[in-house]
């Protein structure tokens, strides 16, 4: 079946620009999650969903990043005035809400601020 | 919160060789503890995991072992191919289904 779908793939902005990343988890996976990668590094935590509301928004590094998923299924993570450190592949995953399930990643979407 | 360490951060062995990454992981708390396997450009992809009522899995040449009360766990790669070469997240997680992630291992097999 279809996996986790990430759009854009890649987005270079402006600094002090707003940017939207759009997540497309698998079908029937009520749990979704957003992390970020640097370059030779780990994904770091941002924000993760069960359903609809934010179970756990702890690794948003400040508020300038937000993050929505009003019907329980597509997630929008949000970035305004974008800085050159936000720079960033930035990863969704879904999983199946009971715990400790596997994560399933997208492709990321490859953010560039200049 | 969690904290993960993963030692080596690069990894260089010849075809045919076995490659062992191994982690430490800060919350005792933790119960689940997947592996990733993530190639360049690429997303991460779930190779093995593991959880705390098991010291080890197997899934043909790879295994993890975890040891609760040292609070590691490694990753065991057997007759290492060169499409292993990749680099090699481990995580760990307490509950609550938020993963935190090692800093990863680029493993090179020479062939």
């Known amino acids: 079946g279809a996996g986790v779908s990430q759009t854009p793939s890649n987005k270079v902005t402006e600094k002090g620009k707003y940017v939207e990343l759009r997540c497309d988890p698998i079908s029937g996976h009520t749990a979704l999650y957003w992390y970020r990668q640097s370059l030779g590094q780990g994904p770091e935590f941002l924000i993760y969903f069960q359903g609809t509301g934010a179970a756990d928004d702890s690794g948003l590094p400040n508020d300038r990043f937000f993050a929505v998923r009003p019907e329980g299924s597509v997630s929008t993570l949000k970035i305004q005035r974008t800085e050159r450190g936000d720079s960033a592949v930035y990863l969704c995953?879904?999983?199946?809400?009971?715990?400790?399930?596997?994560?399933?990643f997208g492709n990321g979407t490859r953010l560039t601020v200049t | 919160g969690e904290n993960v360490e993963q030692h080596p951060s690069t990894l260089s062995v010849q075809e045919g060789d076995s490659a062992v990454i191994k982690c430490t992981y800060s919350?005792?708390?933790?119960?689940?503890f997947p592996w990733y396997k993530q190639e360049l450009g690429k997303r991460p992809q779930l190779i093995i995991d593991i959880r705390s009522n098991v010291g080890e899995k197997k899934d043909q040449r790879i295994a993890v072992t975890l040891n609760k009360t040292a609070k590691h766990f490694s990753l065991h790669i057997t007759e290492t191919q060169p499409e292993d070469s990749a680099v090699y997240f481990c995580?760990?997680?307490?509950?609550?289904?938020?993963?935190?992630f090692g800093a990863g291992t680029i493993l090179r097999v020479k062939s």
């Open positions: 995953a879904s999983s199946l809400i009971r715990q400790n399930s596997p994560l399933h």
């Open positions: 919350d005792s708390a933790s119960n689940y």
């Open positions: 995580a760990a997680s307490g509950g609550g289904n938020k993963l935190v």
